[in-house]
C-alpha cells in the first residue's frame, strides 16, 4: 500500500503562483509513474501532468496547462511537486495526486486531495 498526502493548495489571485506537494511512503519502490489530476465542481476529473518516478525527464502535461505548470520529483524524499505559475480562474479544482505501480497502467493510489482556487 502506497500512501499520498498532498499539501500547498490554497486562495490565489489570477496570475499567481502555487507548489503543490505529494509526499509518498510505505513501499515507495513499487511506484513506477505519479501524476496529478483535478476535478473541477460539476466536472469530470481531468489529468494535468505525468511525471516518471525514476527519470524525472519524462513527463507530460495537459495541454491546456503546458508552458504554465511544471511537476518534478524529490525522490530523497519520496515527493512530487506541481508548480503552477500563471494561474487563471479555470484552474480552480480539488487537485489530486496519484501513483502507478509497475504493470499497472491505472493509477492505483490516490491523496486525499488538496483545494485550489483561483479569484479574478
Known amino acids: 500500500q502506497v500512501q499520498l498526502v498532498e499539501s500547498g493548495g490554497g486562495l490565489v489571485q489570477a496570475g499567481g503562483s502555487l507548489r503543490l506537494s505529494c509526499a509518498a511512503s510505505?513501499?515507495?519502490?513499487?511506484?513506477?509513474?505519479m501524476a496529478w489530476f483535478r476535478q473541477a465542481p460539476g466536472k469530470e476529473r481531468e489529468f494535468v501532468a505525468h511525471i516518471n518516478w525514476r527519470n524525472s525527464f519524462d513527463t507530460n502535461y495537459a495541454g491546456s496547462v503546458k508552458g504554465r505548470f511544471t511537476i518534478s520529483r524529490d525522490n530523497a524524499k519520496n515527493t512530487v511537486y506541481l508548480q503552477m505559475n500563471s494561474l487563471k480562474p479555470e484552474d480552480t479544482a480539488d487537485y489530486y495526486c496519484?501513483?502507478?505501480?509497475?504493470?499497472?497502467?491505472?493509477?492505483?493510489?490516490w491523496g486525499q486531495g488538496t483545494q485550489v482556487t483561483v479569484s479574478s
Open positions: 510505505t513501499r515507495t519502490f513499487v511506484i513506477s509513474d
Open positions: 496519484a501513483a502507478r505501480t509497475f504493470g499497472l497502467s491505472e493509477y492505483k493510489y
